[in-house]
């Protein structure tokens, strides 16, 4: 994936040591200078709640840090596998190793969490690394069940630790999580095509690239290719079932404890629709929701009264 910029160097782990003098992160500051669209709907909801949907974040920006930075995809796995030991040790009875575990820690006994969704996040970065999907560098025009796979790892599973955190873990819930989850990384994908191919990336799958005449995986010869805009919609579709289906799973429940998950649907269906009408002919502009929208969108949802996405 690629991330909003933090403006501190990631940790490694949970880590508490950083260079030149710097104060160690903490979960909610991650959160904070991170820019992200979910930021006012973690930031409204109840101190318990929105600490370890910080938790969570911090942790999935610490993983996501890893594979996405620079260096050898052997040092990038075993760092993820440190974290993959952390997570399992604090499972069984292991002192948290810095302030962002001590906070996942906090989230695991208030919420119980499950320890397979934690590390389905660390299966999903891991397919960032190069050498991880088989025949490819990374994630470079993968399949299309490749590409739900990621979805569900690194999306979907967000989705399944949140639902117990805003206490609606339901076969519903799970299935509103599950699809939106799928909608909200479908969504990034489309907006990060950019930032993504400077990676070396290009999650676009093979199948829409070769419906709409586009024989390469190479991210900067298909994001110069004119056809560009006929993959992307064919995406963009695939994003609107999902936020469709999202939305028939909760129907009429989309108030009190899930307003939180209801405001990040409107707001990334905000995205996914501007997207849409802007054509992907500037993939460098930069399209997205502002704080005070978000913030404005956050408070409707909390007070029952969601605007239209």
Known sequence: MTPPPLETAPLESGSTTLPDGQAPDTASRVAAKSGSTFYWPMRLLPASKRAAMFAIYA???RIDDIADEPGDPDAK?????VWRKDIRDLYVGGAPSGPLTAALKGAIDRYGLPRAELEALIDGMAMDVAGEVPGSGGMRAPD??????YCRRVAGAVGLLAIRVFDRADPATERFALALGEALQLTNILRDLAEDAGLDRLYLPRELLLAA????DRPGEVLAHPALP????ALAELAELRFAEARSAIAGQARGSLWAATAMMVLYHRVL????????RDLNARVRVGRRESAWVAVRCMLGIPPAA
Request: charge should be positive; include cysteine.
């Open 59 to 61: 942790f999935c920006r």
């Open 77 to 81: 796995r075993a760092a993820l596998d």
């Open 144 to 149: 299309l069940d490749t590409l739900l796979l």
């Open 213 to 216: 005449g586009i024989d390469s």
């Open 230 to 233: 006929k993959a992307c919609e």
């Open 273 to 280: 629709k501007r997207l849409r009408a802007a054509g992907w």
